[in-house]
């Protein structure tokens, strides 16, 4: 009898009980989206802080960082760093303020180089508007002589970049944290107009891009054309990145500049237009340069791993001179896949990639490319892989360590593993030796 009651009961209840929860429906709602709106707004508090070189590395610091529109003055403040904060006695200057409208909002962007710092320094500066501050970070000037240094180099980053690159970053960083800055060869973001995508790609790094500079080739998809169908870089680019102005032809500012740094000269080239027109650019760079290594770095390669990509007009046209000038290393991206080229044990009569080329390493001119990926869109290889190491989905990064007379090259997976080594040599009128450090064989073979 008692059962049958409460059975009774719990049929009257059920229609209250389903309204309740109709009533409580906004709380256990499934979770919306956070409008990127919202995630990527500019605030009066500076964000998206990153270090650039636009002049001498040992004597000057670049530094771009975003506001939202209310802060019309902006300003550094600067000191040589020490062990009592309180104790600064920072300079201020002011910084150069540019408007900006990107498709989510409209934000600030302040910029200014600091001048006349002292060599291998480590400074503390800060950025804001005199009352609202980011915190003190630390960068260290060059020396003024070669001495050595390491550099991580990063290949296309480009989608799901807070889900996937982040993660590359961050163990890059931790392999290499007194790295004297990043290389990034090419397409950093996906859309070059979605600000949520720049957001995430300024956000992976944090406090390292305004501790470590930022070295960036263009892609192409840091590329957009225009109503009249002419190519341009990002209309981000420039606001965001302070890179050297040095006669670069015309259209090409910012995206086509060369960096000295200890003893190297850092060169980018934009590889998504007038290839031509940098080529006179590029010999004069090379002719005139004072330092013992030269390190390239552009975005599509001139010897592809990606099937049906190879790229001949680019091969012809930029390679003689690099093999004049017998460049010794060249990082690039957009193939979505691991290549690295060395000597080749390719039987007699054969020729492995691509047409016209014995060997992709040529040990009379002793040049190394690599094509890197550090996000997470793979590639399958061509059939005609050409490389001494090659790697399809894999996530990658290199830290690239530069003495007087050796170069120590590494690639390690998303995960901290050891993936590829190799070390050049610079020999006293010959073309570097190039020493294989391969780690045990791990690579996928190659149909
Ligand atoms: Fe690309």
Do not use: C
């Amino acid at each position: 009898m008692k059962k049958i009651i409460s059975t009774a009961i719990l049929f009257a209840l059920l229609p209250l009980m389903a309204q309740a929860q109709q009533t409580l429906a906004p709380d256990h709602a499934a979770p919306q989206a956070y409008p990127a709106e919202l995630i990527h707004a500019p605030t009066p508090l500076p964000d998206r802080v990153v270090l650039t070189w636009s002049g001498d590395t040992a004597t000057t610091q670049s530094v771009t960082w975003r506001t939202d529109t209310s802060v019309t003055s902006a300003f550094a403040e600067i000191a040589v760093a020490n062990a009592n904060g309180r104790a600064l006695a920072p300079q201020r200057f002011p910084a150069e303020t540019t408007t900006f409208n990107s498709d989510l909002n409209q934000a600030n962007y302040h910029t200014l180089t600091f001048v006349d710092l002292q060599p291998d320094t480590l400074y503390a500066y800060r950025v804001g508007d005199g009352v609202n501050w980011s915190e003190y970070y630390h960068f260290r000037t060059a020396s003024d002589r070669a001495a050595p240094f390491s550099f991580i180099y990063f290949g296309d980053a480009q989608n799901e970049i807070k889900t996937h690159w982040s993660r590359v970053f961050r163990e890059a960083f931790s392999t290499a944290p007194r790295a004297a800055f990043t290389l990034h060869a090419g397409d950093l973001i996906n859309e070059d107009a979605f600000d949520a995508e720049w957001g995430e790609w300024h956000d992976a790094p944090a406090w390292v891009n305004g501790t470590i500079a930022v070295i960036a080739a263009a892609g192409n998809h840091e590329y957009y054309q225009n109503e009249t169908g002419r190519e341009n870089v990002s209309d981000h680019w420039r606001p965001q990145f302070a890179f050297p102005l040095q006669d670069a032809p015309q259209g090409l500012e910012e995206t086509v500049y060369y960096i000295d740094y200890q003893g190297a000269r850092i060169i980018v080239l934009d590889s998504n237009k007038e290839q031509q027109a940098q080529v006179a650019w590029l010999r004069q760079v090379l002719s005139d340069n004072p330092n013992r290594w030269t390190i390239l770095t552009f975005h599509h390669p001139i010897f592809s791993p990606a099937r049906d990509r190879d790229n001949p007009e680019l091969r012809e046209l930029w390679k003689p001179v690099f093999d004049e000038f017998k460049v010794d290393l060249v990082l690039t991206g957009h193939d979505h896949t691991y290549a690295r080229t060395g000597q080749m044990d390719i039987p007699v009569g054969t020729r492995n990639f691509p047409a016209g080329y014995q060997q992709a390493y040529d040990p009379a001119i002793g040049t190394v490319y690599v094509v890197s990926v550090s996000g997470p869109k793979m590639y399958e290889f061509g059939k005609d892989v050409f490389a001494k190491r090659v790697a399809e989905d894999t996530q990658l990064f290199q830290v690239i360590e530069v003495y007087d007379s050796e170069l120590k090259f590494r690639a390690y997976t998303a995960t901290g593993e050891l993936y590829d080594a190799f070390t050049l040599e610079k020999q006293a009128g010959q073309p570097n030796r190039l020493r294989e450090m391969l780690p045990p064989e791990t690579r996928k073979t190659v149909e």
